[in-house]
Structure formats: structure tokens, C-alpha cells
């Protein structure tokens, strides 16, 4: 009868105490994996960063743009009206 119990602790003897798998090779997979992983990832980032600053530089350049472009075309209603003015008292003396 007691042999019976050993041979049933001796099979689930390794589902309770599992082997330590934590070895050298088992750190060096991780260590591996976790640099293939920052391999992929770290140039993705940087990409996505680069494209950020470029949009937002892009945006600022954009509302200076606009803001000029009404800056010129009050500037020319200007020049017209006093284009007209010049005219107009050239006609009179």
C-alpha cells in the first residue's frame, strides 16, 4: 500500500514542484526578446515622433501663411484706395 502512494508522489511529483527553469539560457531568451522587441518598436516610435513635430511645424506655418496672405490683401485694398484717392485729386487740380 505505501508503495503505491510513493509511485502516485513520484508521478505528480513534477506538476507540484516543477523543475527551475529559470536558467542562464531561459534570462539570455528574454534578454534576446525583449532587444528584438526594441528593435522593431524603438524605430517605430521614433518615426511617429519625427511625423508629430513635422505636422506641427507645418500647422504653425500653415496659420502664418493664412495670416499673411490677409495681411496682403488688406495691404492691396490700401494701396487701392489710396490709388484712387491719387486719382481722383490728380483730376481735380
Not at 531568451?29 to 519625427?50: C, D, E
Amino acid at each position: 500500500m505505501m508503495s503505491d502512494k510513493d509511485e502516485i508522489l513520484e508521478a505528480t511529483q513534477e506538476i507540484i514542484v516543477p523543475d527551475d527553469t529559470m536558467g542562464i539560457q531561459f534570462l539570455r531568451n528574454v534578454f534576446v526578446g525583449i532587444f528584438l522587441v526594441l528593435i522593431f518598436v524603438f524605430p517605430k516610435i521614433f518615426i511617429q515622433t519625427q511625423i508629430y513635430f513635422k505636422s506641427r511645424e507645418i500647422s504653425t506655418l500653415n496659420r502664418e501663411h493664412d495670416a499673411l496672405k490677409e495681411e496682403n490683401r488688406i495691404i492691396h485694398s490700401k494701396v487701392e484706395t489710396m490709388l484712387y484717392k491719387s486719382k481722383i485729386l490728380d483730376t481735380l487740380y
